[in-house]
């Protein structure tokens, strides 16, 4: 059953929000009096749905339902989870959840406060267990932290069901144990950004130098380290302990203005603007974000294949959602889908179709499921025995472009104790772009030879290929290089 999130606040967080639960397969319904948020909310999903699903490597569900409502009770009635990113008023704030818990007394309900304790949020609520915050970052729909800080009133295990809530859409949920002004993350960008304030002021450096030193430098460290484990690394082979010494004493040296704050005046504001304005005025806000989240699929992408970082959760977020996919029927007399991909942007050529590597790339993708599929794991590769792919014949039919989900289908053309004989099928929307045709053979990875496979593979495989007798031989089959087609 499909479940539904109501947003409350369609601004920029509030946008990033619906893109985030909608792309995951929710129904959301928002509710904002702007007349102007459908609008806000549909541009930053336009956004979203081009740069989501290329951190993806399976198939995104199918896109829930989005709705705009014209009351905060049509938007949080029967909801499964409410998430508020209204202005940062108190006030309203309480206003807003008094309203939400005449309706939904037990429903949770996050907040997307930058910088009020849970505890501030609760007060005179009807259910405060319920309240908590959910802090994001932005872009909602493609950064996986979420600051979750409850109070000594919040229900734990309406919070760890939240916190589950927030994984299955792909975040990571940190759990922020004591209640602080603005939290953690926030804590650390105040700091920043008062010291560059101070730099811009004393003509030190320009807004472009101060950016430009992030960027080049510790951002990039930091986006895959944090603080302290950078530091540890600094410190070399002696660690922390070493670091802290030789680095320790720059706490009393005068380097930081952190605590002094200067005067945030026209003038201040009128130098930072005047000098973003000439750094960044020349594109638009949507040029810039797009190109921000075409910089941050990179980077997470990188991250993501070495399993590190952010990039870790996006991983654990496929085997999720591949471990929710049913499985492969082996009895079936048909082709059997192995594995789904999508065409991500390092698939591209010049052309701007799929490059010929990425269809040995699918190809082995699905043959590799199959090859788990039958007991030919990593664990019996462990053990001293692998399949090896000893020939294979590609046939380009279609064209894989950007963003094009893809289905690796197997069909066992022949099997015995030494050999295996597979059609692969590399389908788009039940079509395929490329067939390839392999034999692999087993071998005792030790002696360097063909052997017989195990019984308890032999088992597994024979039935299918007895299935697969049935099935027609496909066209393609036994085709040479240069083979007129019939």
Request: with cysteine; charged share 20%.
């Amino acid at each position: 059953m499909t479940q539904t999130a109501a947003i409350i606040g369609g601004g920029v967080i509030g946008g990033g929000w619906a893109a985030r639960f909608l792309l995951n397969g929710w129904n959301v319904r928002v509710f904002d009096p702007d007349p102007e948020a459908p609008r806000k909310v549909g541009e930053v999903l336009a956004n979203a749905r081009a740069a989501l699903p290329a951190l993806s490597d399976v198939p995104m569900p199918p896109e829930g339902q989005l709705s705009f409502v014209g009351t905060l009770t049509e938007a949080v009635q029967g909801a499964d989870y409410i998430q508020e990113s209204v202005s940062e008023r108190l006030d309203l704030k309480h206003r807003v959840f008094a309203q939400i818990q005449q309706v939904a007394p037990d429903t949770p309900i996050g907040s997307s406060t930058s910088g009020f304790k849970p505890s501030e949020l609760q007060q005179n609520a009807a259910n405060p267990a319920t309240i908590f915050v959910a802090h994001p970052f932005n872009p909602v729909y493609l950064l996986p932290l979420a600051e979750v800080v409850p109070s000594v009133q919040s229900d734990p295990a309406l919070i760890e069901a939240a916190k589950e809530t927030l994984r299955s859409i792909g975040m990571f949920p940190l759990h922020i144990r004591k209640e602080i002004d603005a939290h953690i993350a926030d804590r650390f960008l105040e700091a920043v950004w008062r010291e560059a304030l101070w730099l811009v002021k004393d003509g030190v450096a320009t807004t472009e130098e101060i950016d430009e030193a992030i960027r080049m430098g510790f951002g990039l460290r930091w986006g895959q380290m944090g603080l302290f484990e950078t530091y540890r690394v600094a410190g070399g082979e002696a660690g922390m302990k070493h670091f802290m010494a030789q680095f320790g004493p720059c706490l009393s040296w005068p380097w930081t203005k952190l605590m002094d704050v200067p005067e945030f005046n026209d003038e201040l504001v009128d130098l930072i603007a005047g000098q973003s304005d000439a750094q960044s005025g020349h594109h638009t806000i949507r040029e810039l974000e797009r190109i921000r989240d075409s910089n941050l699929i990179g980077f997470l992408r990188v991250l993501k294949d070495r399993d590190w970082g952010a990039g870790k959760v996006l991983k654990d977020h496929d085997a999720r959602r591949r471990a929710a996919m049913p499985d492969p029927t082996p009895e079936t007399a048909a082709p059997m889908p192995m594995a789904h991909m999508r065409v991500l942007p390092g698939w591209i050529d010049y052309n701007g179709h799929m490059t010929e590597s990425r269809y040995l790339f699918a190809a082995s993708e699905a043959s590799d499921a199959f090859l788990r599929l039958i007991g030919a794991d990593l664990a019996y590769v462990a053990g001293g025995h692998s399949y090896y792919t000893a020939e294979s014949h590609i046939l380009h039919l279609g064209e894989g472009k950007l963003g094009d989900a893809l289905t690796g289908t197997v069909q066992v053309l022949g099997a015995d104790e030494k050999r295996l004989h597979i059609f692969i099928r590399i389908l788009k929307d039940d079509a395929p772009v490329a067939t390839i045709e392999q034999m692999l053979l087993h071998v005792d990875m030790a002696a360097g030879k063909t052997c017989p496979a195990a019984p308890e593979v032999l088992a597994r495989l024979l039935p299918i290929a007895e299935a697969h007798k049935a099935l027609p031989r496909p066209e393609g089959a036994g085709r040479h290089v240069g083979q007129r087609k019939a």
